[in-house]
């Protein structure tokens, strides 16, 4: 089971609603829906692009084919490079409730289209791989050549919702 990581390209269906508290109370609820991605005609996000909120490509980290997952997303991770979405103010939490269609790998590739490889790959591996592509064969990670780089991304986990027994979300649960 291929389980998604930065660079890959999950493709979801997911609705965004601002958390709103209730009075002066402890407990939170879900207000208007703000965006909605159908299941049924999926988003392609790529993980690290920053085309979605930060806290949504944190909560896909891990996913698998048909996971379903609600992220709590602070304020600070609601932001994208993308156009964002107007009616979620800076100081707003979200809830997401994600549901992932498929998982694709994504591989860097080099000048000639072959996997990306650490910079310390010697020399008879560069000759291998372009001898290999040369005679038109494919060249992946199980030809004995170093693996594909990986990307580390940089933040803190998601926190998931937990609904309390009294309805609405348990803040208690999100700290």
Known sequence: VMKAKTGDICHVGYKVW????????QLYTTGKV?????????????IGS?????????GLQGVTKGTKRLIFV??????????????????DSVVVCITVNSVDRSIATDEFGLPQTDD???EDDIIKRKKL?????????????????????????VTPVVSS???????????
């Open 133 to 157: 592509r040369k005679k038109g064969k494919r060249v992946d990670s199980s030809d004995d050549l170093p693996a594909p780089r990986e990307v580390k991304m940089i933040g803190a986990p």
């Open 50 to 58: 920053n085309t979605v909120m930060l806290g949504i490509e944190e």
């Open 34 to 46: 703000v965006e909605e991605v159908p299941k049924e005609a999926p988003k392609a996000v790529t």
């Open 74 to 91: 602070p304020p600070r991770k609601t932001k994208s490079t993308g156009l964002g979405n107007p009616e979620i103010a800076v100081t």
């Open 165 to 175: 027994p009294a309805g609405g979300l348990d803040t208690n649960a999100l700290l």
């Open 18 to 25: 601002i958390i709103q508290r209730v009075g002066q109370t």
């Open 120 to 122: 310390d790959e010697s």
